[in-house]
């Protein structure tokens, strides 16, 4: 997107505002002019960037960081080559905000460079932040796809041109998220009635509002529409449901040394999908059955 300064905006939505922290191991910064080679510097926090950040990261994918770089192409970086040359080369024509966000100072306070460590930092912590992001299926060239419903989508490039809208190559819109995820509320409401039953596994970072959105759903539900849980084995799911087709939410799934009961939920989750029958022996040598169909909806930090 271009705003009336032609600046590319391609962080439309900052897990963080930009902040002015100073590095414990940077001097103050004094009130004089800014450019380069100024004595004006402004700071960010560990990990964030700024809105005006010409490089999208788009996520990670075993050793692979995945960005689109100011000249809107797709590169896939490994930690290690996060280098200052290579920085150098994402961020284009856009090198005084390196200056500017991430400035290495002198002794007497002048900008004399840029920490390619700390934007190296920056931008892998924000890959991190956007979770897994496979790259197979998701790149189409420039020339003319259709998308999902059918229609007839253009690449140009650097832009997209549809019939709903043009927009520039990168991530989808946010808006996306929230369409999936009421999908997902109505597939809740139809559970059993359904022959498929969604699955959502929601990520973000330490205080982004996950436990927040699960109490919104719980309102959205009401007390007696939803199992919402954040401690739970897969046969307290189960024996909690019996007969119910009642969406399953479940919070802070996070891995642990031990994983085999967060994997026999994930199994659970799996089998609700396509409606799997349980079967459980009993002390008694008498089998319980159970058939399993809930839209279940997984929150953590890490998938």
Known sequence: MTDPGGENIVRMALDKAEQVARPPDEPPADSGGGGLGGERRSFLGRGDLPHTCPVEPLGVFGEMFWYIDALRQLRGLKAKEHSKLILTGLFGTHLALLYDAWPRVNKEGKTVGWRAEAVAEALM???????VWDVWGRVRGSGAWKDAEGGLVFHCGDVIIS???????????PQVDAQLLLGWVCAGLLGG???????????????TGKSTLHQVLHAV????????????????????????????????????????????????????????????????????????????????ILV
């Open 163 to 173: 019939a709903a809208a043009h927009h520039h190559v990168g991530r989808p819109r």
């Open 193 to 207: 009635a359904l022959d498929w039953r969604p699955l959502v596994w929601i990520t973000g970072d330490k205080a």
């Open 221 to 300: 539900f009401g007390d007696d529409g939803i199992l919402s849980v954040s401690d739970v084995s897969a046969a307290g799911i189960w024996q909690k449901l019996g007969h119910s087709t009642l969406p399953v939410a479940i919070d802070e799934l996070e891995a642990e040394e031990d994983n085999r009961k967060a994997q026999n939920v994930i199994k659970l989750a799996r089998q609700a999908a396509s409606g799997g029958v349980i079967l459980r022996g009993g002390a008694d040598h008498a089998a319980t059955e159970f058939k399993a169909r809930s839209c279940f909806l997984f929150s953590s």
């Open 125 to 131: 912590v924000a890959c991190s932040r956007r979770g």
